[in-house]
């Protein structure tokens, strides 16, 4: 519970972006904001990305602290990479619903199961999880670790199962897969993206590999959020329906001015399609972690080892 209250002046967004420049010269701190995060943080960030990309970026940064305005999973991965650095995230209650569709224990009876299978997990995980994996993979590079795995080895795949079946479909390979989805990804509805179509014949469908099959069947293009915003850069079309959290979208008007990008439409009457985790963050409490140095990521050190490992055979081969 954060006790610092805000004065009326610091309440005004521009002060705010003010104060927190100010904190991130006096703490030597770096802002990493993933694509969902709402535009004003986006705007305030070192470095926007990917779940790889800040990863990446974690891994090399030379700050002292390491604000993390994204969820649970990704501000842990920063604290696997540096634990001797200070890694806040400003609201702990920031999860991850695909994360929580596997508990580390349900996964090490069902790991148990299949003694000669590699386990590759996607970094929307516990600490706990990647601990117990071989490989870490993202949705960007997913495809092409598995493609490096010798064919006659086993794989159990975790815990996203959209992701799993997308990476099957894409490299002939059969894997175990862990039953687990995303919710905001599962809320997109097939007759309402259909319709949309109808109404905007033009526009390109593009499409997040945790969506269900029912949408990424009618998707010109599938990619992590990285490469659908490098997508519709390069793209000659002018419109395109975005079937993944539209935070996304803000950097989308960006990097392609001019061009029209329509959220693809949730089954319910719903904003459904925002993760609400992800939104759990705002500029105010971004401001008050730097301010306090709190929340912090905090981990038992013989879990952190044990995930390190993993992440790091990501990160070699996905160079
Ligand atoms: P990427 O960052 O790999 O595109 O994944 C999106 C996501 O759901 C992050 O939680
Ligand atoms: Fe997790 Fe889905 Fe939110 Fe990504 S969008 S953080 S997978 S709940």
């Not at 990863?55 to 390491?66: H, L, M, Y």
């Not at 006659?152 to 390979?173: C, S, W």
């Not at 306090?292 to 992440?311: F, K, T």
Request: charged residues 20%.
């Amino acid at each position: 519970m954060f006790t610092t209250a805000l004065t009326q002046r610091e309440k005004t967004p521009l002060d705010l972006f003010a104060a927190i420049a100010n904190l991130k010269k006096e703490l030597n701190a770096v802002i990493l904001a993933h694509y969902y995060q709402e535009p004003d943080i986006q705007d305030i960030a070192d470095f926007i990305g990917d779940s790889l990309q800040l990863a990446r970026t974690a891994a090399n940064t030379n700050a002292d602290v390491i604000v993390f305005a994204g969820v649970h999973f990704m501000a842990e991965t920063a604290k696997i990479l540096n634990p001797d650095k200070l890694v806040l995230l400003p609201d702990l209650n920031a999860g991850c619903s695909l994360a929580d569709t596997c508990p580390p224990q349900e996964f090490a009876a069902f790991k148990a199961s299949y003694p000669d299978h590699l386990v590759v997990s996607y970094i929307n995980c516990s600490a706990e999880v990647k601990a117990m994996s071989d490989i870490i993979c993202t949705s960007s590079n997913a495809v092409k670790i598995i493609q490096q795995i010798p064919e006659e080895q086993p794989i159990i795949f975790a815990p996203d199962k959209n992701l799993g079946r997308y990476v099957m479909e894409q490299t002939g390979r059969k894997m175990v897969l862990w039953q687990g989805s995303c919710i905001v990804h599962e809320t997109f509805s097939e007759k309402k993206l259909v319709q949309l179509q109808i109404h905007h014949p033009q526009a390109e469908i593009i499409a997040h590999p945790e969506c269900e099959e029912s949408i990424l069947r009618h998707a010109d293009y599938i990619g992590s959020t990285a490469a659908l915003l490098k997508y519709c850069q390069q793209s000659h079309s002018s419109t395109f329906i975005v079937a993944t959290e539209p935070g996304i979208i803000h950097q989308m008007q960006k990097a392609a001015a001019g061009k029209q990008f329509i959220p693809a439409p949730p089954t319910n009457n719903c904003n459904c399609n925002e993760c609400p985790f992800m939104r759990l963050n705002t500029l105010e409490k971004l401001y008050l972690s730097m301010k306090n140095c709190a929340p912090e990521i905090q981990m038992d050190e013989e879990i952190r080892v044990a995930a390190l490992r993993p992440i790091q055979r990501m990160l070699e081969m996905s160079v």
